[in-house]
Structures are given as structure tokens and as C-alpha cells.
């Protein structure tokens, strides 16, 4: 299993330097909320039975499982996991066996429900 990062020093990267703190400072106004935060993609963990995407989002690290049309996201707290590469390790093999094997009850499960149809 290996971890692919996103580059650092892409256009896409560049715009959103210069985007965000714009969003920032105008979107309060248009719509007034307490506060705004922007959901950051850390990486992708490659793996030849699931696409696996880890996020950086509300001091919480998401890990977002997807298998053909299901998806799992597992959100855990910044306090749990306070680093990015802690929050990498959580993603082993075990962890990722276990995904595989609900993705298998969630299946059947929206099988049988649209078997009732």
C-alpha cells in the first residue's frame, strides 16, 4: 500500500492560496455563518480493491472507503489522531480488510431491499 500526495506546487494548488482567503473574507458577508472551513484532500491510499481518500476537515481527518456505488467514511477526531501521518497509519491492512468485509454486508443488504421491490 503506498500514499499518494497531492502536489504542493500545482495551478490547482496555487489557486486555492489565492481563493481561500477570499472565500474567507467575502462569504461571510454574502451569507452570514460563524465560521467557514474549507475541506482539504490530504491524499489517496492506493489499494486494488477500493479507492481510499483521506481528508482534513472541521479539526477531524475523514477516510472515505468507495467501492463500486458504495462508500464508507469513517470521521476521526484531530485530538485522537493529531497528525497526518498518524492519521495514514490508522489505514492499514486490517483496517482496510474489515472495510471490505462490511462493503460485502452492505451489498447484500441493498440487495435484499431491492429484491422487496
Request: charged share 25%; glycine share 2%.
Amino acid at each position: 500500500m503506498t500514499f499518494v500526495r497531492e502536489p504542493e506546487n500545482t495551478s490547482l494548488g496555487a489557486w486555492r492560496q489565492a481563493v481561500a482567503p477570499l472565500l474567507y473574507n467575502i462569504l461571510p458577508i454574502l451569507a452570514p455563518v460563524n465560521y467557514l472551513v474549507l475541506m482539504r484532500v490530504i491524499g489517496e491510499i492506493n489499494h486494488p480493491e477500493c479507492k481510499v481518500t483521506l481528508f482534513h476537515w472541521n479539526n477531524r481527518y475523514l477516510i472515505k472507503i468507495e467501492q463500486d456505488l458504495l462508500e464508507q467514511t469513517f470521521k476521526v477526531a484531530e485530538y485522537d489522531v493529531p497528525t497526518e501521518d498518524e492519521a495514514r497509519r490508522l489505514v492499514d491492512e486490517e483496517f482496510l480488510a474489515a472495510a471490505l468485509r462490511q462493503f460485502s454486508a452492505m451489498r447484500q443488504a441493498l440487495h435484499d431491499a431491492l429484491q422487496k421491490i
